[in-house]
């Protein structure tokens, strides 16, 4: 894992590469739980959620006990009660909270979850502790080349029911897999906005941490083998940017070996770097790649 110290006074636009092995990357709830596809394409999709889930892991399970680290979308939490904590904390009413009340709570969300200061959240539900929008924001991953869903057959020896017991020995499953797709996804930060959340430094640096090292804590059977590639970051001189962010992706390129027909690992890839002449005020860093 690269340590990565990028000033979080610059904006950094970012691309991503990450693959997966006979898994399911990111189900789809209204297709059975297959693989995301562009139907159009059949590119595979993972959506920005995913990406932030595997984040989220991460900090919370190593950093998640400082009290400046906590998670907000947890898993099966309750939202209103998270609000709730802001103004127990703060001594504040919170079935009358007047402009001022609100924004204290948005402040001290802010500094004690991580992802609310990294990515925003929309807290005016029920117990209103306001808007943030983060300065941090990534995109949908999108496959390289198209790929192919599948829908696998498996047994288990296991019966369900006991009343089943008696006429069965094994019972049928089903498992939805791609069988390897190489992703690109794109994130943007954006240092204005972290002046407003709060979010500095040493979050800054624990975000590239965590974007490499969530999928090692992401593991399950479904999954299959996902791992992040690549990792180059353009950063700005200008905090309101140098270049606009896709001039800069553009030099980024993943390309399918001319004598590969159906890939189905990493080396049947060639990652192409255009990193000579980059626009005045613009540097590249290789974080992994």
């Known amino acids: 894992m690269s340590d990565v110290h990028l000033d979080p006074d610059k904006r950094h636009d970012f ?21 995301r596809v562009d139907p159009e394409t059949m590119q595979g999709l993972v959506t920005d959620v995913a990406v932030k889930r595997k984040i989220r892991d991460y900090v ?34 919170a079935d009358d909270p007047d402009r001022d009340d609100i924004d204290e709570a948005r402040a001290w969300m802010c500094q004690n979850f991580y992802d609310v200061r990294t990515f925003g959240a929309v807290m005016s539900t029920g117990v209103n502790a306001g808007q943030v929008r983060g300065p941090m924001q990534l995109t949908f991953a999108r496959s390289i080349d198209p790929v192919v869903p599948m829908d696998v057959s498996i047994t288990r020896v296991a019966i369900t029911r006991a009343d089943d017991a008696e006429d069965k020995e094994t019972e049928m499953g089903r498992k939805a897999i791609v069988p390897y797709g190489l ?23 624990f975000f590239w941490q965590a974007l490499q090292m969530g999928w090692e804590l992401d593991r399950s059977a479904s999954r299959g083998f996902m791992a992040l590639r690549g990792l180059y970051v353009f950063s700005h001189d200008n905090p309101l940017g140098n270049a606009p962010a896709h001039t800069l992706f553009d030099r ?24 000579d002449d980059l626009p005045d005020g613009v540097t590249l860093s290789r974080v992994l790649g």
């Open 15 to 35: 691309v991503y590469l990450f693959d997966v092995e006979d898994g399911n990357p990111n189900g789809d709830p209204d297709a059975g739980n297959l693989p």
């Open 60 to 93: 919370d399970a190593s950093v998640g006990d400082d009290e400046d680290y906590k998670i907000y979308m947890q898993h099966q939490g309750v939202l209103n009660d998270q609000h709730r904590r802001a103004y127990d904390e703060l001594d504040l009413d």
């Open 183 to 205: 992703y690109r996804g794109h994130g943007f930060y954006n240092p204005k906005l972290a002046e407003d959340t709060g979010f500095g430094r040493e979050d800054l640096q």
């Open 252 to 275: 980024i390129e993943a390309e399918l070996d001319a004598d590969v027909e159906a890939p189905r690992e990493f080396d049947h890839y060639d990652v192409l770097i255009a990193d």
